[in-house]
């Protein structure tokens, strides 16, 4: 396969399942340095060391600074800090659900971004999702966002951040349940037996749309890919023009 065809379109979905140290983030961060989605903001809450090594990235802590933030490229990490929620109860910000609607609900309504979500395990609401990152899911494609989920649980996960999703990408998981979740994900095209045979840095193809996938696993080397260079930008995204595809800037 070629390493041009692991882009995704620019209001297509993707999830990506594998372990800890198995290559989602990798791969992940390649999905996102697409020059044809100048504009991606990911939300991280749990600090993760490996997205810190992303180069070309802006990350922001404060909630404040990213309503205010022109940036192109975005890693937004909630605050850690400690205090008392609505309800008595000393909280933070990402384990406060009315601070991570307010996230989502940001995303949706500045469009045009392509949103990842680096362990959606880790997100409140349990299997139901919060109603805008819900309708980044459904509706998205409509607004111009695409959104890429990632998790190391595909069983402890909504459905819809699966089922919604175009393009699929199947590391090594550690779970037969969840094996077993992204057999059935696929049709059955890729089972378990498959996915115990995948190495770190190994994974499967499948497209939804199609009811295809790649026979043989597919080997991550990033460091063969050549960094993608970002075409110069002058202010934010305003609207589409008249053939429904390209995005003008003023």
């Known amino acids: 396969m070629e390493w041009g065809n692991l882009r995704i379109g620019q209001r297509e979905h993707a999830f990506i399942a594998g372990a800890t140290g198995s290559g989602k983030s990798e791969l992940a961060q390649w999905l996102l340095s697409?020059?044809?989605?100048p504009?991606?903001?990911?939300?991280?809450?749990?600090?993760?060391?490996?997205?810190?090594?992303?180069?070309?990235?802006t990350f922001i802590y404060s909630w404040q600074e990213l309503k205010r933030s022109k940036e192109r490229r975005i890693v937004y990490r909630p605050s850690l800090e400690a205090y008392r929620g609505a309800d008595g109860r000393l909280t933070n910000e990402s384990e406060d659900k009315r601070c991570q609607?307010?996230?989502?609900?940001?995303?949706?309504?500045?469009?045009?971004?392509?949103?990842?979500?680096?362990?959606?395990?880790?997100?409140?609401?349990?299997?139901?999702?919060?109603?805008y990152l819900k309708g980044c899911l459904t509706r998205?494609?409509?607004?111009?966002?695409?959104?890429?989920?990632?998790?190391?649980?595909p069983v402890s996960i909504p459905i819809i951040m699966m089922s919604e999703a175009q393009?699929?990408?199947?590391?090594?998981?550690?779970?037969?349940?969840d094996q077993e979740r992204m057999e059935k994900l696929t049709g059955d095209r890729i089972t378990v037996e498959m996915q115990r045979q995948l190495h770190d840095f190994e994974f499967?193809?499948?497209?939804?749309?199609?009811k295809w996938h790649h026979p043989k696993p597919i080997k991550l080397n990033l460091a063969g890919i050549p960094p993608a260079i970002p075409r110069p930008l002058f202010g934010a995204p305003s609207h589409l023009?008249?053939?429904?595809?390209?995005l003008n800037y003023g």
């Open 140 to 153: 998205g494609r409509e607004l111009g966002i695409s959104t890429v989920c990632a998790t190391q649980r």
């Open 204 to 210: 499967y193809y499948y497209d939804a749309a199609k």
């Open 167 to 177: 393009k699929k990408y199947i590391f090594r998981l550690e779970w037969p349940d």
């Open 101 to 131: 609607e307010e996230f989502f609900q940001y995303v949706f309504i500045t469009k045009r971004r392509r949103l990842y979500v680096d362990e959606v395990s880790a997100l409140l609401g349990g299997t139901e999702p919060n109603y």
């Open 39 to 57: 504009y991606s903001v990911v939300y991280d809450p749990k600090h993760s060391e490996t997205i810190s090594e992303w180069r070309g990235q």
């Open 241 to 246: 023009d008249k053939q429904g595809g390209a």
């Open 34 to 37: 697409d020059p044809g989605k």
